[in-house]
Protein backbone atom coordinates (compact mmCIF):
# COMPACT_ATOMS: atom_id res chain seq x y z
CA UNK A 1 0.00 0.00 0.00
CA UNK A 2 0.88 3.07 -0.69
CA UNK A 3 1.29 5.98 2.38
CA UNK A 4 3.52 8.89 2.96
CA UNK A 5 5.27 9.55 6.28
CA UNK A 6 6.14 13.31 7.48
CA UNK A 7 8.18 13.13 10.28
CA UNK A 8 7.84 16.71 11.77
CA UNK A 9 4.45 18.31 12.06
CA UNK A 10 6.07 21.44 13.46
CA UNK A 11 9.75 23.08 12.20
CA UNK A 12 10.28 26.30 12.95
CA UNK A 13 14.05 27.94 11.65
CA UNK A 14 15.57 31.19 11.51
CA UNK A 15 15.97 33.52 8.86
CA UNK A 16 19.21 32.68 6.67
CA UNK A 17 19.12 29.23 8.03
CA UNK A 18 18.67 26.08 6.49
CA UNK A 19 15.52 24.12 5.83
CA UNK A 20 14.91 20.59 6.59
CA UNK A 21 11.60 19.19 5.90
CA UNK A 22 11.55 15.45 6.33
CA UNK A 23 9.50 12.41 3.91
CA UNK A 24 9.13 8.88 4.39
CA UNK A 25 7.47 7.00 1.30
CA UNK A 26 5.87 3.41 1.23
CA UNK A 27 5.28 2.46 -2.36
CA UNK A 28 5.18 -1.31 -4.18
CA UNK A 29 6.39 -0.09 -7.59
CA UNK A 30 8.80 2.90 -8.97
CA UNK A 31 7.08 6.27 -7.03
CA UNK A 32 6.26 9.75 -8.25
CA UNK A 33 7.12 11.77 -5.52
CA UNK A 34 6.15 15.90 -5.21
CA UNK A 35 6.76 18.44 -2.64
CA UNK A 36 3.83 21.42 -2.63
CA UNK A 37 3.39 24.14 -0.32
CA UNK A 38 0.00 25.67 1.11
CA UNK A 39 -0.11 29.26 2.24
CA UNK A 40 -3.03 30.14 4.21
CA UNK A 41 -5.96 30.61 3.19
CA UNK A 42 -4.73 28.76 -0.45
CA UNK A 43 -4.75 26.14 -2.56
CA UNK A 44 -1.59 24.10 -2.96
CA UNK A 45 1.29 25.22 -5.09
CA UNK A 46 3.48 22.25 -6.55
CA UNK A 47 7.38 23.28 -5.28
CA UNK A 48 9.04 19.86 -7.31
CA UNK A 49 8.68 16.17 -8.30
CA UNK A 50 10.56 13.16 -8.62
CA UNK A 51 9.39 11.02 -12.05
CA UNK A 52 12.52 8.54 -11.85
CA UNK A 53 14.85 10.80 -13.76
CA UNK A 54 17.84 12.50 -11.77
CA UNK A 55 17.77 11.56 -7.95
CA UNK A 56 18.34 15.26 -6.99
CA UNK A 57 15.26 17.61 -8.14
CA UNK A 58 15.10 21.27 -7.78
CA UNK A 59 11.91 23.03 -7.43
CA UNK A 60 11.19 26.71 -7.15
CA UNK A 61 12.21 29.17 -4.69
CA UNK A 62 15.62 27.38 -4.11
CA UNK A 63 13.96 23.92 -2.65
CA UNK A 64 15.59 20.88 -3.73
CA UNK A 65 14.69 17.12 -2.48
CA UNK A 66 16.86 14.02 -3.33
CA UNK A 67 15.23 10.45 -3.92
CA UNK A 68 16.80 8.12 -2.00
CA UNK A 69 15.51 4.93 -2.84
CA UNK A 70 17.67 2.52 0.15
CA UNK A 71 16.17 4.68 2.78
CA UNK A 72 12.56 5.24 1.30
CA UNK A 73 13.01 8.97 1.69
CA UNK A 74 12.59 12.38 -0.27
CA UNK A 75 13.16 14.77 2.07
CA UNK A 76 13.20 18.58 1.19
CA UNK A 77 15.65 21.23 1.71
CA UNK A 78 16.67 25.00 1.42
CA UNK A 79 20.10 26.43 1.87
CA UNK A 80 18.55 29.91 3.53
CA UNK A 81 14.84 30.40 4.93
CA UNK A 82 13.11 33.57 3.53
CA UNK A 83 10.47 35.14 5.79
CA UNK A 84 7.98 34.11 3.10
CA UNK A 85 8.79 30.10 3.36
CA UNK A 86 6.38 30.31 6.28
CA UNK A 87 3.88 27.74 5.06
CA UNK A 88 2.61 24.26 5.04
CA UNK A 89 4.05 21.70 3.26
CA UNK A 90 3.02 18.20 1.81
CA UNK A 91 4.83 15.52 0.91
CA UNK A 92 2.90 13.31 -1.91
CA UNK A 93 3.46 9.89 -3.58
CA UNK A 94 1.50 8.20 -6.64
CA UNK A 95 2.73 4.77 -8.22
CA UNK A 96 0.88 2.83 -11.09
CA UNK A 97 -0.41 0.60 -8.21
CA UNK A 98 -2.35 2.79 -7.32
CA UNK A 99 -3.71 3.57 -10.50
CA UNK A 100 -1.55 6.88 -10.02
CA UNK A 101 -3.71 8.38 -7.24
CA UNK A 102 -1.96 10.68 -5.16
CA UNK A 103 -1.38 10.11 -1.37
CA UNK A 104 -0.58 13.04 1.10
CA UNK A 105 1.03 12.92 4.06
CA UNK A 106 -0.29 15.20 7.16
CA UNK A 107 2.14 18.05 6.69
CA UNK A 108 4.65 19.94 7.92
CA UNK A 109 4.21 23.64 9.13
CA UNK A 110 6.97 25.58 8.43
CA UNK A 111 7.60 28.83 10.96
CA UNK A 112 10.64 31.03 10.09
CA UNK A 113 11.59 33.31 13.15
CA UNK A 114 13.11 36.82 12.10
CA UNK B 1 -5.22 33.98 -16.00
CA UNK B 2 -5.09 30.08 -16.24
CA UNK B 3 -6.26 28.31 -13.46
CA UNK B 4 -9.09 26.48 -11.41
CA UNK B 5 -12.00 28.60 -10.12
CA UNK B 6 -14.04 27.39 -6.58
CA UNK B 7 -17.09 28.65 -5.76
CA UNK B 8 -18.22 29.77 -3.22
CA UNK B 9 -15.31 30.86 -1.24
CA UNK B 10 -16.97 29.80 2.22
CA UNK B 11 -20.53 28.73 3.16
CA UNK B 12 -22.12 28.07 6.40
CA UNK B 13 -24.99 25.64 5.61
CA UNK B 14 -27.75 23.80 8.21
CA UNK B 15 -28.21 19.78 8.36
CA UNK B 16 -29.65 18.21 6.06
CA UNK B 17 -29.50 21.00 3.38
CA UNK B 18 -28.14 19.91 -0.09
CA UNK B 19 -25.21 21.90 -1.06
CA UNK B 20 -22.98 22.10 -4.75
CA UNK B 21 -19.64 23.54 -4.42
CA UNK B 22 -18.59 24.89 -8.17
CA UNK B 23 -15.13 24.02 -9.87
CA UNK B 24 -14.00 25.27 -13.08
CA UNK B 25 -10.76 25.23 -14.93
CA UNK B 26 -9.72 26.11 -17.99
CA UNK B 27 -6.59 24.36 -18.68
CA UNK B 28 -8.44 21.80 -20.85
CA UNK B 29 -7.16 19.42 -18.32
CA UNK B 30 -8.42 16.04 -18.56
CA UNK B 31 -8.52 15.00 -15.00
CA UNK B 32 -10.08 16.01 -12.05
CA UNK B 33 -10.41 15.83 -8.41
CA UNK B 34 -12.23 16.39 -5.18
CA UNK B 35 -10.34 16.34 -1.58
CA UNK B 36 -11.01 17.44 2.09
CA UNK B 37 -8.86 18.75 4.32
CA UNK B 38 -9.06 18.16 7.55
CA UNK B 39 -6.71 19.16 10.70
CA UNK B 40 -4.10 16.60 11.13
CA UNK B 41 -5.15 14.46 8.58
CA UNK B 42 -3.64 15.83 5.15
CA UNK B 43 -5.87 15.76 2.43
CA UNK B 44 -8.43 13.59 1.38
CA UNK B 45 -9.79 12.16 -2.26
CA UNK B 46 -13.25 12.22 -2.03
CA UNK B 47 -14.25 11.91 -6.11
CA UNK B 48 -12.04 12.05 -9.30
CA UNK B 49 -12.63 12.22 -13.08
CA UNK B 50 -9.94 10.70 -15.48
CA UNK B 51 -12.11 12.09 -18.43
CA UNK B 52 -15.07 13.78 -19.16
CA UNK B 53 -17.90 11.42 -18.74
CA UNK B 54 -16.17 9.51 -16.05
CA UNK B 55 -16.18 9.63 -12.60
CA UNK B 56 -15.07 7.25 -9.82
CA UNK B 57 -14.97 7.28 -5.90
CA UNK B 58 -11.86 8.27 -3.93
CA UNK B 59 -10.90 7.21 -0.03
CA UNK B 60 -13.56 9.21 1.46
CA UNK B 61 -16.51 9.28 -0.82
CA UNK B 62 -19.67 8.90 1.42
CA UNK B 63 -22.38 11.40 1.54
CA UNK B 64 -20.83 13.02 -1.58
CA UNK B 65 -21.64 12.65 -5.50
CA UNK B 66 -20.39 13.98 -8.75
CA UNK B 67 -20.56 14.55 -12.47
CA UNK B 68 -18.36 15.46 -15.32
CA UNK B 69 -20.61 16.68 -17.91
CA UNK B 70 -17.52 18.13 -20.13
CA UNK B 71 -13.98 18.97 -19.89
CA UNK B 72 -13.98 22.38 -17.80
CA UNK B 73 -16.61 21.83 -15.13
CA UNK B 74 -16.55 19.47 -11.85
CA UNK B 75 -19.49 20.03 -9.60
CA UNK B 76 -19.57 18.48 -6.30
CA UNK B 77 -22.88 17.74 -4.24
CA UNK B 78 -23.57 17.17 -0.74
CA UNK B 79 -27.14 15.69 -0.62
CA UNK B 80 -27.68 16.11 3.09
CA UNK B 81 -25.18 17.79 4.81
CA UNK B 82 -23.99 16.42 7.76
CA UNK B 83 -21.88 18.31 10.58
CA UNK B 84 -18.55 15.58 9.63
CA UNK B 85 -18.61 17.19 6.66
CA UNK B 86 -17.63 20.61 8.07
CA UNK B 87 -14.21 21.08 6.19
CA UNK B 88 -12.25 22.58 3.30
CA UNK B 89 -12.88 21.48 0.02
CA UNK B 90 -10.03 21.43 -2.78
CA UNK B 91 -10.58 21.00 -6.70
CA UNK B 92 -7.59 19.87 -8.67
CA UNK B 93 -7.49 19.22 -12.06
CA UNK B 94 -4.28 17.72 -14.18
CA UNK B 95 -3.16 17.14 -17.69
CA UNK B 96 -3.57 13.28 -16.73
CA UNK B 97 -4.20 11.06 -13.76
CA UNK B 98 -0.52 10.84 -12.27
CA UNK B 99 1.16 14.43 -13.24
CA UNK B 100 1.27 17.13 -11.48
CA UNK B 101 -1.77 18.51 -9.84
CA UNK B 102 -3.27 22.03 -10.18
CA UNK B 103 -5.12 23.36 -7.18
CA UNK B 104 -7.53 25.89 -6.42
CA UNK B 105 -8.97 27.99 -3.53
CA UNK B 106 -11.10 26.16 -1.96
CA UNK B 107 -14.24 26.33 -0.17
CA UNK B 108 -14.60 26.37 3.64
CA UNK B 109 -17.90 24.71 4.28
CA UNK B 110 -18.96 24.90 7.92
CA UNK B 111 -22.12 22.47 8.77
CA UNK B 112 -24.46 23.72 11.31
Known amino acids: AQSVTQLDSHVSVSEGTPVLLRCNYS??????LFWYVQHPNKGLQLLLK??????LVKGINGFEAEFKKSETSFHLTKPSAHMSDAAEYFCVVSDQASGNQFYFGTGTSLTVIP | IAGITQAPTSQILAAGRRMTLRCTQDMRHNAMYWYRQDLGLGLRLIHY???????GKGEVPDGYSVSRANTDDFPLTLASAVPSQTSVYFC???????????FGDGTRLSIL
Open chain 2, 49 to 55: SNTAGTT
Open chain 2, 92 to 102: ASSRDRGQPQH
Open chain 1, 50 to 55: YTSAAT
Open chain 1, 27 to 32: SSYSPS
